[in-house]
């Protein structure tokens, strides 16, 4: 990966947290982003990938 793409991640990854107010605090933090871009949800480590919250929200954004 060159430093222009590592930048452009890490401008992405403070804008995620910033739009929620979450900062990852290790991996596996999840960042939801409605097709518009404008719509963002965070869910922390704790939360597995088939929790039945994560998975509702996944749904429900889809179906939009």
Same mark, same amino acid.
């Given at each position: =990966?060159? =430093?222009?793409?590592? =930048?452009?991640?890490?401008?992405? @990854? ?6 929620? /107010? ?9 960042? @939801? ?16 990938? /088939?929790?039945?919250? @994560?998975? /509702?929200?996944?749904?429900? @954004?889809? /179906?939009?």
């Amino acid at each position: =990966i060159n =430093i222009e793409m590592k =930048i452009a991640a890490v401008n992405a @990854l403070a804008e995620l947290a910033r739009a929620t /107010g979450a900062e990852p605090r290790w991996n596996f933090h999840k960042y @939801l982003v409605a097709r518009d871009g404008k719509r963002v949800q965070s869910f922390d480590t704790r939360v597995a990938p /088939g929790d039945p919250k @994560l998975v /509702g929200a996944i749904e429900k @954004l889809l /179906g939009e």
